[in-house]
């Protein structure tokens, strides 16, 4: 199984007044456009999640929506609260395994992305997440703490977009 773990696209900067309530602030234009481009160059090295969990805040639900638009069958997403800011990585993992998909996608918030990669490939510390990377990690079959094998790390930086 390849769990890809995805950090939201470039949102707005944070502002009380056109958002009030932070959960609710959006992705800028540049951003969905940036995150799209990023797309398109994975789906063709075979990055295709089945399913995809996503937090509720609208910033990861407008980046799940341009993955699965991207990706052929288009997966449904699910809004997890698990994913929300201060991550749950057990319910995350028991979620996980109530699924039999090959390729799933959780897309979330940093500081949260860097500390489940980690804790998935048994590390401690946290791996830095650029704003819309995506993650790649291979397990022999659950996903549980530890037991993930990190394939690749890619940012638009790195992919030129």
Same mark, same amino acid.
């Given at each position: 199984?390849?769990?890809?773990?995805?950090?939201?696209?470039?949102?707005?900067?944070?502002?009380?007044?056109?958002?009030?309530?932070?959960?609710?602030?959006?992705?800028?234009?540049?951003?969905?456009?940036?995150?799209?481009?990023?797309?398109?160059?994975?789906?063709?090295?075979?990055?295709?999640?089945?399913?995809?969990?996503?937090?509720?805040?609208?910033?990861?639900?407008?980046?799940?929506?341009?993955?699965?638009?991207?990706?052929?069958?288009?997966?449904?997403?699910?809004?997890?609260?698990?994913?929300?800011?201060?991550?749950?990585?057990?319910?995350?993992?028991?979620?996980?395994?109530?699924? =039999?998909?090959?390729?799933? &996608?959780?897309?979330?918030? #940093?500081?949260?992305?860097?500390?489940? *990669?980690? /804790?998935?490939?048994? %590390?401690? =510390?946290?791996?830095?997440? &650029?704003?819309?990377?995506? #993650?790649?990690?291979?397990?022999?079959? *659950?996903? /549980?703490?530890?037991? %993930?094998?990190?394939?690749?790390?890619?940012?638009?930086?790195?992919?030129?977009?």
């Amino acid at each position: 199984m390849i769990l890809y773990i995805v950090r939201h696209a470039w949102a707005e900067e944070r502002n009380e007044e056109a958002w009030p309530d932070d959960s609710q602030r959006p992705l800028t234009e540049s951003g969905c456009k940036r995150f799209s481009r990023l797309v398109k160059k994975l789906v063709k090295t075979g990055f295709s999640p089945n399913m995809i969990a996503t937090s509720p805040l609208t910033r990861c639900q407008q980046t799940a929506d341009l993955l699965a638009e991207r990706i052929a069958g288009k997966p449904d997403i699910v809004p997890l609260v698990a994913l929300a800011p201060c991550s749950d990585l057990d319910a995350l993992t028991k979620w996980s395994a109530e699924h =039999s998909e090959e390729q799933i &996608a959780w897309v979330g918030h #940093a500081p949260d992305v860097g500390r489940l *990669a980690s /804790q998935l490939i048994g %590390g401690e =510390s946290n791996i830095r997440f &650029a704003k819309g990377a995506v #993650a790649a990690i291979r397990f022999e079959s *659950a996903v /549980q703490p530890g037991a %993930g094998e990190l394939q690749w790390l890619a940012t638009a930086k790195l992919l030129g977009v």
